[in-house]
């Protein structure tokens, strides 16, 4: 009798230790039912969360900015891209006259994309001067090529009247002017002096009624 009621109470134990297992994972069963359901409704909530800063600056491992997105003067958003030593290498501006800018690393050579209510085109600097740009303005293109000083020695345009090619010195005065007139009038040729005045023209005639370089 003795050993019956020994193997009653050791049940008894077990079954309450069961039971008391049975709850523990009944409830976490519960809690990671919840956890999920709350990671399915946020992942279908949306997002509205805002990050608001006058500048951000993105920085390598040793602290140096090699990113910066900032408002500059008169409001105008501006991204740039930075070398090892703070020096700008890309340059991109929005607002009524956004350009890209784009610098040749080690030295002040840049090429520069913009556009503005009147022209837009694409120009070429050194560390001196302007040398090369290509713009439409008012419908018109252009190519001009500068010195090195920053005169225009040559150009190419096309215009209403047809297009033109001009080759000038460095004073701007003497050169030559090769134009198409329109209505299949034919090509002309034209040298100008030192003066602005025409030395020679091929064909002859209407031809002497060329415009000078300018």
């Given at each position: ?188 040729l034209v040298f100008f002096d030192k003066d602005g005045k025409v030395l020679s023209s091929a064909p002859g005639g209407p031809v002497l009624q060329a415009s000078q370089p300018k």
């Open positions: 009798m003795e050993t019956e009621v020994l193997d009653l109470k050791s049940l008894s134990s077990r079954i309450a230790r069961l039971e008391t297992q049975n709850r523990r994972l009944k409830c976490g069963a519960a809690v990671l039912g919840l956890f999920v359901a709350a990671l399915v409704l946020m992942g279908q909530a949306p997002s509205h969360h805002t990050l608001r800063a006058d500048e951000f600056v993105l920085q390598d491992e040793t602290g140096n900015a090699r990113a910066k997105l900032s408002l500059e003067a008169g409001g105008r958003p501006t991204l740039s891209f930075l070398d090892e030593h703070g020096g700008i290498l890309v340059s991109l501006a929005g607002g009524e006259e956004p350009f890209l800018v784009l610098k040749r690393p080690g030295s002040n050579e840049q090429v520069q994309l913009a556009a503005n209510k009147h022209s837009y085109g694409l120009a070429l600097y050194d560390a001196q001067s302007h040398r090369a740009g290509l713009a439409v303005q008012q419908g018109l293109p252009a190519l001009d090529l500068f010195d090195q000083e920053g005169k225009n020695r040559a150009s190419m345009q096309i215009s209403p009247t047809g297009p033109a090619f001009n080759l000038r010195d460095s004073d701007g005065k003497a050169g030559v002017v090769l134009k198409v007139a329109p209505q299949g009038a034919g090509p002309s």
